[in-house]
């Protein structure tokens, strides 16, 4: 049941994992402003797919998935 000792070196350029690919997961582009995490499940979902609510007195973003944009509040 026990894990196998991992050893990790720091290499010449300063990377000590080569597995892991490097960059954000919003891309280059500047995606994370059209994105917010989800109150509720906290996957990252675009702002127009989800709607805002008043929680403890704060706005908090919930995607569609979570919370269904009513008729009235989408109006």
Sequence with gaps: ??????????ASDGLRYKSKAGGSPFGATGNMINTMSCM???LH???????FRRLLDKSHFFCGDCRPIKAADAA
């Design 1 to 10: 049941m026990s894990r196998d000792d991992v050893t990790t070196k720091i």
């Design 45 to 51: 979902k675009p702002r127009a797919l989800g709607s």
């Design 40 to 42: 509720k499940c906290g």
